[in-house]
Protein backbone atom coordinates (compact mmCIF):
# COMPACT_ATOMS: atom_id res chain seq x y z
CA UNK A 1 0.00 0.00 0.00
CA UNK A 2 1.23 3.35 -0.83
CA UNK A 3 1.37 5.93 1.77
CA UNK A 4 0.74 9.72 0.84
CA UNK A 5 3.20 12.07 1.49
CA UNK A 6 2.05 14.73 4.46
CA UNK A 7 1.01 16.97 1.76
CA UNK A 8 -2.06 14.53 1.59
CA UNK A 9 -3.64 16.66 4.77
CA UNK A 10 -3.51 20.29 3.17
CA UNK A 11 -5.85 18.94 0.55
CA UNK A 12 -7.97 17.21 2.96
CA UNK A 13 -8.48 20.67 4.83
CA UNK A 14 -9.06 22.51 1.51
CA UNK A 15 -12.03 20.33 0.40
CA UNK A 16 -13.16 20.48 4.18
CA UNK A 17 -14.31 23.57 2.73
CA UNK A 18 -16.80 21.90 1.19
CA UNK A 19 -17.03 18.23 2.36
CA UNK A 20 -18.11 17.99 6.04
CA UNK A 21 -16.35 14.61 6.32
CA UNK A 22 -13.11 16.34 6.17
CA UNK A 23 -14.18 17.68 9.55
CA UNK A 24 -15.26 14.82 11.48
CA UNK A 25 -12.91 11.84 12.89
CA UNK A 26 -15.06 9.35 15.09
CA UNK A 27 -12.91 8.46 18.19
CA UNK A 28 -12.97 4.38 17.91
CA UNK A 29 -12.57 3.97 22.12
CA UNK A 30 -12.93 0.59 21.63
CA UNK A 31 -11.15 -2.38 23.33
CA UNK A 32 -9.94 -4.71 20.14
CA UNK A 33 -9.59 -4.23 16.23
CA UNK A 34 -12.65 -6.80 15.96
CA UNK A 35 -15.30 -4.22 17.91
CA UNK A 36 -13.49 -1.28 16.52
CA UNK A 37 -13.91 -2.54 12.58
CA UNK A 38 -17.46 -3.86 13.61
CA UNK A 39 -18.44 -0.20 14.34
CA UNK A 40 -17.06 1.26 11.37
CA UNK A 41 -18.98 -0.89 9.32
CA UNK A 42 -22.25 0.16 11.23
CA UNK A 43 -21.47 3.67 9.91
CA UNK A 44 -22.63 2.94 6.86
CA UNK A 45 -19.86 4.85 4.95
CA UNK A 46 -20.95 8.33 6.41
CA UNK A 47 -17.45 9.38 8.34
CA UNK A 48 -14.12 9.12 6.43
CA UNK A 49 -11.56 10.12 9.25
CA UNK A 50 -11.51 7.71 12.57
CA UNK A 51 -9.52 8.35 15.70
CA UNK A 52 -7.27 5.33 17.13
CA UNK A 53 -6.00 6.07 20.76
CA UNK A 54 -4.55 4.84 23.11
CA UNK A 55 -6.59 2.16 24.93
CA UNK A 56 -7.47 0.34 20.51
CA UNK A 57 -3.84 0.80 19.60
CA UNK A 58 -2.37 -0.56 22.35
CA UNK A 59 -4.73 -3.72 22.08
CA UNK A 60 -4.59 -3.75 17.93
CA UNK A 61 -1.04 -2.52 17.29
CA UNK A 62 -0.68 -0.97 13.91
CA UNK A 63 -2.23 -3.49 11.96
CA UNK A 64 -5.61 -1.83 13.00
CA UNK A 65 -4.31 1.19 11.07
CA UNK A 66 -3.25 -0.74 7.83
CA UNK A 67 -6.93 -1.97 7.77
CA UNK A 68 -8.48 1.49 8.13
CA UNK A 69 -6.04 3.06 5.50
CA UNK A 70 -6.44 0.11 3.05
CA UNK A 71 -11.16 0.51 3.50
CA UNK A 72 -10.27 4.00 2.12
CA UNK A 73 -9.97 5.88 5.45
CA UNK A 74 -7.84 8.57 7.73
CA UNK A 75 -6.64 7.45 10.88
CA UNK A 76 -5.65 10.49 13.43
CA UNK A 77 -3.33 8.42 15.80
CA UNK A 78 -3.67 10.25 18.75
CA UNK A 79 -0.87 8.83 21.36
CA UNK A 80 -0.12 12.12 23.18
CA UNK A 81 3.50 11.32 23.13
CA UNK A 82 5.11 12.87 25.87
CA UNK A 83 9.23 11.84 26.89
CA UNK A 84 12.65 12.85 26.30
CA UNK A 85 13.25 13.68 22.42
CA UNK A 86 14.92 10.84 21.22
CA UNK A 87 12.48 8.41 22.47
CA UNK A 88 9.27 10.49 21.16
CA UNK A 89 11.44 10.94 17.79
CA UNK A 90 11.60 7.40 17.56
CA UNK A 91 8.21 6.80 18.20
CA UNK A 92 7.00 9.22 15.38
CA UNK A 93 9.80 7.62 12.85
CA UNK A 94 7.90 4.02 13.94
CA UNK A 95 4.62 5.63 13.11
CA UNK A 96 5.32 6.53 9.74
CA UNK A 97 5.45 3.04 8.46
CA UNK A 98 1.57 2.78 9.33
CA UNK A 99 0.20 5.04 7.33
CA UNK A 100 -1.52 7.77 9.73
CA UNK A 101 -2.25 10.71 8.47
CA UNK A 102 -2.34 12.79 12.06
CA UNK A 103 -0.66 12.33 15.05
CA UNK A 104 -0.38 13.73 18.63
CA UNK A 105 2.00 14.28 20.63
CA UNK A 106 2.26 17.22 24.42
CA UNK A 107 2.84 20.26 23.36
CA UNK A 108 4.17 20.43 27.46
CA UNK A 109 6.78 18.25 26.66
CA UNK A 110 8.62 21.59 26.10
CA UNK A 111 10.58 23.02 23.03
CA UNK A 112 13.52 20.25 22.54
CA UNK A 113 10.98 17.36 22.27
CA UNK A 114 8.55 19.18 20.22
CA UNK A 115 11.52 19.68 17.71
CA UNK A 116 13.31 16.58 17.91
CA UNK A 117 9.62 14.81 16.78
CA UNK A 118 8.81 17.92 13.74
CA UNK A 119 12.63 17.12 12.56
CA UNK A 120 11.39 13.42 12.22
CA UNK A 121 8.57 14.37 10.75
CA UNK A 122 9.82 15.29 7.91
CA UNK A 123 10.93 11.87 6.21
CA UNK A 124 8.36 11.52 3.49
CA UNK A 125 5.26 9.55 4.36
CA UNK A 126 5.32 10.94 8.11
CA UNK A 127 1.99 12.46 9.90
CA UNK A 128 1.06 15.81 10.64
CA UNK A 129 1.47 16.19 14.06
CA UNK A 130 -0.89 17.95 16.52
CA UNK A 131 0.41 19.13 19.99
CA UNK A 132 -2.09 18.83 22.66
CA UNK A 133 -2.61 21.84 25.12
CA UNK A 134 -4.75 21.19 27.57
CA UNK A 135 -6.99 18.48 27.94
CA UNK A 136 -10.83 18.48 27.77
CA UNK A 137 -11.01 16.55 30.98
CA UNK A 138 -9.17 19.38 33.25
CA UNK A 139 -10.71 22.46 34.43
CA UNK A 140 -8.62 24.87 36.33
CA UNK A 141 -8.48 22.93 39.81
CA UNK A 142 -7.20 20.13 37.93
CA UNK A 143 -4.88 22.53 36.03
CA UNK A 144 -3.10 23.88 39.61
CA UNK A 145 -3.28 20.71 41.33
CA UNK A 146 -0.20 19.72 38.98
CA UNK A 147 1.35 23.03 39.55
CA UNK A 148 0.21 24.88 37.04
CA UNK A 149 -1.20 28.32 38.23
CA UNK A 150 -2.70 29.67 35.36
CA UNK A 151 -5.57 29.14 33.94
CA UNK A 152 -6.70 26.24 31.37
CA UNK A 153 -7.25 28.88 28.67
CA UNK A 154 -3.89 30.91 29.21
CA UNK A 155 -2.18 27.79 29.43
CA UNK A 156 -3.66 26.83 26.33
CA UNK A 157 -2.46 29.60 24.21
CA UNK A 158 0.95 29.70 25.94
CA UNK A 159 1.43 25.99 24.75
CA UNK A 160 0.37 26.63 21.23
CA UNK A 161 2.37 28.93 20.53
CA UNK A 162 5.07 27.03 21.74
CA UNK A 163 4.39 24.75 19.47
CA UNK A 164 3.98 27.19 16.16
CA UNK A 165 7.25 28.32 17.01
CA UNK A 166 8.57 24.54 16.70
CA UNK A 167 7.03 23.83 13.74
CA UNK A 168 4.11 21.82 14.47
CA UNK A 169 1.22 21.49 11.85
CA UNK A 170 -1.27 21.82 14.41
CA UNK A 171 -3.09 22.14 17.43
CA UNK A 172 -5.44 20.07 19.83
CA UNK A 173 -7.50 22.00 21.96
CA UNK A 174 -10.88 22.39 24.14
CA UNK A 175 -13.89 24.25 22.52
CA UNK A 176 -13.29 27.09 25.13
CA UNK A 177 -10.21 27.96 23.77
CA UNK A 178 -10.61 27.72 20.13
CA UNK A 179 -11.66 31.18 18.75
CA UNK A 180 -8.61 33.02 20.95
CA UNK A 181 -6.27 30.30 19.11
CA UNK A 182 -7.30 30.86 15.89
CA UNK A 183 -7.01 34.79 16.32
CA UNK A 184 -3.35 34.14 17.91
CA UNK A 185 -1.86 31.45 15.64
CA UNK A 186 -1.55 31.63 12.17
CA UNK A 187 -4.09 30.98 9.62
CA UNK A 188 -2.43 27.48 8.40
CA UNK A 189 -2.72 25.78 11.95
CA UNK A 190 -5.09 23.03 12.40
CA UNK A 191 -7.35 23.03 15.35
CA UNK A 192 -8.40 20.12 16.38
CA UNK A 193 -11.46 19.83 19.03
CA UNK A 194 -12.21 17.25 21.64
CA UNK A 195 -15.12 17.65 23.82
CA UNK A 196 -17.66 17.91 21.17
CA UNK A 197 -20.95 17.02 22.49
CA UNK A 198 -24.74 17.44 20.38
CA UNK A 199 -27.47 19.32 22.46
CA UNK A 200 -28.92 16.63 24.75
CA UNK A 201 -25.87 14.38 24.90
CA UNK A 202 -24.10 13.21 28.04
CA UNK A 203 -21.42 15.32 29.13
CA UNK A 204 -19.18 12.08 30.53
CA UNK A 205 -15.74 13.07 32.05
CA UNK A 206 -15.58 15.81 29.70
CA UNK A 207 -15.75 19.65 31.49
CA UNK A 208 -15.35 22.25 28.87
CA UNK A 209 -17.15 21.30 26.05
CA UNK A 210 -19.47 22.59 22.94
CA UNK A 211 -21.99 22.04 20.39
CA UNK A 212 -20.66 21.17 16.94
CA UNK A 213 -21.94 23.99 15.22
CA UNK A 214 -20.72 26.32 17.80
CA UNK A 215 -17.05 24.98 17.68
CA UNK A 216 -17.00 24.86 14.15
CA UNK A 217 -17.78 28.91 13.51
CA UNK A 218 -15.25 29.43 16.55
CA UNK A 219 -12.97 28.24 14.05
CA UNK A 220 -12.57 24.62 14.26
CA UNK A 221 -10.92 22.69 11.96
CA UNK A 222 -11.52 19.55 12.64
CA UNK A 223 -13.45 18.05 15.56
CA UNK A 224 -13.54 14.59 17.42
CA UNK A 225 -16.34 13.08 18.57
CA UNK A 226 -16.55 10.01 20.20
CA UNK A 227 -19.11 8.72 22.27
CA UNK A 228 -22.64 10.29 21.10
CA UNK A 229 -21.94 8.75 18.26
CA UNK A 230 -20.10 5.20 19.32
CA UNK A 231 -23.56 4.77 22.06
CA UNK A 232 -25.78 5.86 19.81
CA UNK A 233 -28.53 3.24 19.37
CA UNK A 234 -27.96 4.35 15.61
CA UNK A 235 -24.60 5.30 15.02
CA UNK A 236 -25.21 6.44 11.06
CA UNK A 237 -27.97 8.69 11.94
CA UNK A 238 -26.10 10.07 14.74
CA UNK A 239 -23.13 10.82 12.69
CA UNK A 240 -25.06 12.33 9.73
CA UNK A 241 -27.06 14.56 12.15
CA UNK A 242 -23.19 15.95 13.49
CA UNK A 243 -22.21 16.40 10.14
CA UNK A 244 -25.02 18.57 8.94
CA UNK A 245 -24.14 20.76 11.73
CA UNK A 246 -20.75 21.01 11.07
CA UNK A 247 -21.99 21.84 6.87
CA UNK A 248 -24.24 24.30 7.97
CA UNK A 249 -22.25 26.19 10.37
CA UNK A 250 -19.99 27.23 7.61
CA UNK A 251 -16.89 27.44 5.45
CA UNK A 252 -13.20 26.68 7.38
CA UNK A 253 -11.76 29.45 9.17
Not at 29 to 40: E, G, H, Q, R
Not at 153 to 160: E, G, K, N, S, T
Amino acid sequence: MEIAAPQRLDQAVAEARTDAKDRLAVALDFPSAVSALAFVYRLEGRCRWFKVGMELFYAAGSGLIHDLREKGFEVFLDLKLHDIPNTVAGAVQSVTSTGASLLTLHASGGERMMLAAVEAAQAPGSPRLLAVTVLTSMDGADLNGTGVASSPRDQAVRLALLAQRCGVAGMVCSPEEVEILRRKLDVGNLLVVPGIRPVGAAIGDQRRIATPGSAIRDGASMLVVGRPITQAADPAQAAAAILAEIEAAGSIS
